[in-house]
């Protein structure tokens, strides 16, 4: 993965989702409210790699702001008909994720909370899933933001990352006595 950071500029984040149901992940901020913010993905290679859907997150409170499968009108230049987007004439200061899925894992409601199409999901690699999905590469820009690390989450691992956190806040409260 690519990790970048700067302030108000064309950042570019990559790495690969093996599976349907893997959901990649860019955090970002703005130190001020934006006026010109892109967000999008060039990840389709004219369908030479996988259909990317798109959706942009509040991080403070997790509500989804925008989601959307195919929207290459961001940048001409790198974008193909399935890859998808979002130019926001305006931003508020805060912070911000960018979520990258493969298309029909869509977000399941307004929050992140409620997760994903196929989370829960036994894990198919994308070859196998659809013959459209003909490689895993992923691939994000940003322009106008600041940035800070990006985190690939697999489907399977954002479910089982709740519970263990459940599991140990009750185990760490328990003594054993020999």
């Given at each position: 993965s690519t990790i970048g950071a700067a302030q108000?500029?064309?950042?570019?984040?990559e790495g690969?989702?093996?599976?349907?149901?893997?959901?990649?992940?860019?955090?970002?901020?703005?130190a001020a409210g934006m006026t010109d913010v892109s967000v999008w993905?060039?990840?389709s290679q004219s369908n030479l790699n996988f259909d990317p859907l798109a959706a942009l997150w509040n991080a403070n409170t997790g509500?989804?702001?925008?989601e959307n499968d195919d929207n290459a009108s961001i940048n001409l230049l790198s974008q193909t008909a399935f890859d998808s987007g979002f130019h926001l004439t305006s931003l508020a200061a805060?912070?911000?994720?960018?979520t990258l899925a493969v298309s029909d894992n869509?977000?399941?409601g307004s929050t992140i909370s409620k997760g994903f199409s196929f989370d829960g999901t036994t894990p198919?690699?994308?070859a196998d899933w659809t013959p459209d999905a003909k490689g895993t590469h992923w691939s994000i820009w940003l322009n106008g933001v600041d940035a800070i690390p990006?985190?690939?989450?697999?489907?399977?691992?954002?479910?089982?990352?709740?519970?263990?956190l459940g599991l140990m806040s009750i185990f760490r409260h328990k003594t054993v006595i020999l």
């Open positions: 108000a500029s064309i950042l570019h984040f690969d989702i093996a599976n349907h149901n893997d959901i990649a992940r860019v955090d970002f901020s703005l993905t060039d990840s509500e989804r702001i925008a805060g912070d911000y994720f960018f869509f977000a399941v198919i690699p994308l990006t985190v690939p989450i697999p489907g399977t691992v954002w479910l089982l990352g709740s519970a263990m």
